[in-house]
């Protein structure tokens, strides 16, 4: 018993005293403590990543939200203006847009987007980073009303409606008005293919910048415009308001009957007031609404006569030289056409009847315009060599030419008169006469005779062909560019004339008289190159029988009061007969060079 408690008694004081535990195992321990602890604190652990990985995604789903559902802002400077007003739509984004643009479709319906202007703010605000993004869009609206701009659309994000009110324009024409237009179209009676002046003044009372004026457009039947020059400004008085006035002016030509409409005309322009913002107005005139008359067929004395719808037309001509004709030379004849109120292109070739004892060979004309006070005033200019064949005296025939007068309303001729030339025999051609006479021989005179006969037949021959070479010189001279182009263009328009021809043989067939007119001006397109006439009448003109009738027929149905049904047979077998005989398509004004003796 008591060696028993002894021994328990030294097992006690033995775990009393501290051992020397080496390093190592120490650090073992430590790392096996360790291991417990960290099995022991897994679950705790794990919930805290999973709590803070919660936390982030809500966070995140939150500044997803607040992106979401950050406002696209729809705002205007003014929510009631004029329907020639302009006003400016912004469109307000915060935060990205990841370079996506508003669908701006829906403004198309009722207003005109003028100008697209985008800006981009980036800034640091309460130590976080901000981002604002603004289309603005100037718009004008297309009439008066009240009117809703739609909500529009940038990503998933759309903006707000806005209201609007848009007033009828104020520039009626009154003196009130800071800008405003007035229209003026004359004469009061207006026939197809005569001539129109419209006449446009823009009164302009305030400051302006930058600003377009559009020309005007033309509606009903089908029209040619010419702008009459540069415009012209001047100062007024309206109202006892000071206005700065400019004018434009147009020429224009119905090219048949019906009903023309002229304008209307839109200025636009940046209008500076005395006080505020500058912003862009635009005013747009009234329209013009004219009757256009059809044809008047000529008189059965003009039967025949193409239309030719003028203020005036005149015929005069000029003479080189002393006004004396001489066999075998040439002489230059130059017969001007001039017409006010007309295109040069309307403007109808000199057909000269064939004389006896002369030739006429026509030269290229020359067409050219300027304007007057009272619109176009064109001209055709067209020179002839003038080559007699025989001595004494020669007749030449008188020109007319049958014309509408548009402000008189009745048909008129304009007349160049007939006239009788002398001509001389050719101081060049005669035969030089010997310086003496020989004595007389009686044996031989017979031989002499002869001898003398034969030299003067020889000599008359040379002189002839003397003269016809002077001739042929002058006609390669002052034809050559013209038959050049002729015949290169001709090689290079077959196609196209073939072309054409099987288009206008088509109308003819269907009796489409519309149809055949253009056909026919694309034919002269093609046919006179360098100088197309522009109208059926001066087509007519350049064409043979019964090709030239048949064209005269045409416009007559078309432009004539008469109404009907045209039939096509007539002109395509004209034309079936011109294509036969292509060489001679055109009158004695372009014919070939003709034989000087027959």
């Not at 060696?3 to 120490?26: E, F, G, H, K, N």
């Not at 207003?111 to 130590?127: C, Y």
């Not at 176009?376 to 002839?384: A, E, I, M, Q, V």
């Not at 025999?425 to 031989?444: K, R």
Request: glycine share 6%.
């Amino acid at each position: 018993m008591a060696a028993a408690r002894a021994a328990r008694s030294r097992r006690a004081a033995a775990a009393q005293v501290p051992l020397s535990v080496p390093a190592s195992r120490r650090g073992s321990e430590r790392q096996s403590r360790a291991r417990r602890s960290g099995r022991g604190a897994t679950p705790m652990v794990t919930a805290r990543r999973l709590v803070a990985a919660v936390l982030a995604s809500l966070a995140l789903a939150a500044a997803v939200g607040v992106h979401a559902q950050e406002p696209l802002e729809a705002l205007v400077d003014r929510s009631t203006i004029r329907v020639n007003e302009s006003f400016t739509l912004v469109l307000r984004a915060e935060g990205s847009v990841r370079g996506e643009a508003p669908d701006t479709a829906a403004l198309q319906e009722n207003f005109d987007v003028l100008n697209v202007t985008t800006s981009r703010r980036i800034g640091i605000v309460n130590a976080r980073a901000t981002e604002v993004n603004e289309w603005q869009y100037q718009l004008m609206p297309k009439s008066p009303g009240d009117f809703t701009i739609p909500s529009l659309r940038v990503g998933d994000r759309q903006s707000n409606t806005v209201r609007m009110r848009v007033l009828p324009s104020d520039a009626t024409g009154d003196a009130a008005a800071d800008i405003f237009m007035e229209l003026t179209a004359e004469p009061d009676v207006v026939y197809a293919q005569s001539q129109v002046l419209f006449t446009l003044k823009l009164y302009v009372g305030v400051s302006t910048g930058r600003s377009t004026l559009t020309t005007p457009e033309t509606g009903g039947v089908e029209a040619i415009v010419e702008k009459l020059g540069e415009d012209s400004t001047y100062q007024a008085t309206r109202g006892g308001r000071n206005f700065i006035v400019r004018e434009r002016r147009y020429a224009v030509f119905p090219q048949g009957p019906g009903t023309l409409t002229i304008g209307p005309v839109t200025f636009e322009a940046m209008v500076i007031p005395d006080r505020g913002f500058s912003r862009v107005q635009r005013f747009r005139s009234d329209v013009v609404e004219l009757a256009v008359a059809p044809a008047v067929a000529p008189p059965p004395e003009l039967a025949g006569a193409a239309w030719l719808p003028a203020k005036s037309v005149t015929l005069r001509e000029q003479w080189s030289g002393d006004g004396e004709l001489a066999v075998g030379i040439p002489r230059t004849r130059t017969i001007v056409v001039e017409g006010l109120g007309l295109l040069e292109t309307q403007l109808p070739d000199v057909l000269l009847e064939a004389q006896p004892g002369v030739r006429q060979y026509a030269d290229r004309p020359e067409l050219t315009r300027e304007v007057t006070a009272e619109g176009l005033l064109s001209r055709r200019s067209t020179s002839f060599a003038v080559i007699a064949q025989t001595p004494g005296e020669v007749a030449l025939a008188g020109v007319r030419l049958p014309w509408w007068n548009v402000e008189e309303e009745r048909w008129e001729v304009a007349e160049l008169p007939p006239r009788t030339l002398a001509v001389r025999p050719s101081s060049e051609s005669a035969v030089p006469a010997p310086a003496a006479e020989a004595p007389a021989m009686s044996a031989p005179a017979p031989a002499e005779s002869r001898e003398s006969t034969f030299w003067q037949w020889l000599s008359g021959a040379l002189a002839a062909a003397w003269l016809a070479t002077l001739a042929l010189w002058w006609r390669s001279r002052i034809g050559a560019a013209r038959r050049a182009p002729a015949t290169a263009s001709n090689a290079d328009t077959k196609p196209t004339m073939r072309r054409i021809m099987r288009d206008l043989a088509s109308a003819c067939a269907v009796n489409d008289p519309h149809a055949a007119r253009d056909h026919l001006l694309r034919f002269a397109e093609a046919r006179f190159e360098q100088d197309p006439p522009r109208s059926l009448g001066a087509l007519a003109a350049r064409l043979p029988e019964p090709a030239a009738r048949e064209v005269l027929a045409l416009e007559a149905h078309i432009y004539g009061a008469v109404a009907g049904v045209w039939r096509g047979d007539d002109l395509k077998a004209a034309l079936d007969e011109l294509e036969r005989g292509a060489q001679d398509t055109e009158r004695v004004a372009e014919d070939p060079l003709l034989p000087l003796y027959r």
